[in-house]
């Protein structure tokens, strides 16, 4: 599907398909990345971040290495939890949850407060 023979592709190609598509590409130059489990966290130091948003679906690819920490190490290190205290809810969560689920901004803010931040389960308490 992807060019013939040669077993290998042609970026430009594949980034002009993706254009003809709606599909838009941007790398993010991120310092950190960190998962949060129930349990512990995942946190990614210097990764590579890909956002690829497909006509307003935003998907997120991280690759790197992860050190994993139990939840509440970094707390106990000095760092904060959420920067800003309790209201720490950034914009643009709120503006994702807001598109995705038709809610007002005001809705998914307080989704997103009800949720301690998660996006999918803002969401999915919206739908």
Do not use: C
């Not at 050190?67 to 000095?78: K, V």
């Not at 995705?100 to 931040?117: C, N, P, V, Y």
């Amino acid at each position: 599907m992807f060019g013939g023979g040669g077993g290998g592709f042609n970026p430009q190609k594949m980034e002009q398909m993706m254009k003809q598509m709606g599909i838009d590409v941007d790398e993010l130059d991120a310092e950190e990345v960190i998962i949060r489990t129930e349990d512990t966290e995942l946190v990614f130091s210097s990764p590579d971040v890909t956002r690829m948003d497909a006509r307003g679906q935003e998907t997120y690819q991280v690759i790197g290495s992860p050190e994993e920490r139990e939840r509440g190490a970094g707390e106990e290190s000095g760092e904060p939890a959420l920067e800003g205290g309790e209201d720490a809810i950034p914009d643009d969560d709120v503006e994702i949850v807001a598109t995705r689920t038709g809610a007002t901004e005001s809705e998914a803010r307080a989704a997103l407060e009800r949720h301690d931040g998660d996006l999918a389960a803002a969401v999915e308490y919206l739908e």
